[in-house]
T-cell receptor, first 115, second 110 residues
């Protein structure tokens, strides 16, 4: 149980392109979903927290107009990287939880490479 | 600032030995704690949850929680080379989030 599906697993695209990443909880209803970014050999960095039907809460330093998050249902959240540039190249990982004090279950991540 | 602290390692143990990973946390309000394993280039994978003081065993893994000392640990018995990974400790936050440590890199030598 507690499976989180994240797609696509890898994206390579040109600078200026917008990229959408989907995160789905397959066998549970996710009250909250989280988006992380991880650069090579660095720790996870929380970008934003999203609750179904609400605006996402972004961490300090994360541009909300650059990283658009939509959490339209209890099983689906999307992250859109708008007008991506090479410095946005990173490993993006989503996670989902079904309640307070419960674990987060992670998707497999999306490796984004902007040329 | 609520924090979870871990020794970054690397922690190197021989195959078959016990690996001991430790974590301290600053938020006394944290109710639950989790250990995740992250292989290089992969996303974190939940391996243990612990909610009350004491020990919790699952196969070769034992998690220990001491809320008075604000200390969480993970013991891996009979360590295998396949256990080589970064281990992340996390405590529950007040916003429904988890507060992650930076991780301890474990290397199990054959």
């Amino acid at each position: 149980g507690a499976v989180v599906s994240q797609h696509p697993s890898r994206v390579i695209c040109k600078s200026g392109t917008s990229v959408k990443i989907e995160c789905r909880s397959l066998d549970f209803q996710a009250t909250t979903m989280f988006w992380y970014r991880q650069f090579p050999k660095q720790s996870l960095m929380l970008m934003a927290t999203s609750n179904e039907g609400s605006k996402a809460t972004y961490e300090q330093g994360v541009e909300k107009d650059k990283f658009l998050i939509n959490h339209a249902s209890l099983t689906l959240s999307t992250l859109t990287v708008t007008s991506a540039h090479p410095e946005d190249s990173s490993f993006y990982i989503c996670s989902a939880t079904d309640g307070y004090n419960q674990p987060q279950h992670f998707g497999d991540g999306t490796r984004l490479s902007i040329l | 600032q609520k924090e979870v602290e871990q020794n970054s390692g690397p922690l190197s143990v021989p195959e078959g030995a016990i690996a001991s990973l430790n974590c301290t946390y600053s938020d006394r309000g944290s109710q639950s704690f989790f250990w995740y394993r992250q292989y290089s280039g992969k996303s974190p994978e939940l391996i243990m949850s612990i909610y009350s003081n004491g020990d919790k065993e699952d196969g070769r893994f034992t998690a220990q929680l001491n809320k008075a000392s604000q200390y969480v640990s993970l013991l891996i018995r009979d360590s295998q080379p396949s256990d080589s990974a970064t281990y992340l400790c996390a405590g529950s936050g007040s916003q429904g989030n988890l507060i992650f440590g930076k991780g301890t890199k474990l290397s199990v030598k054959p």
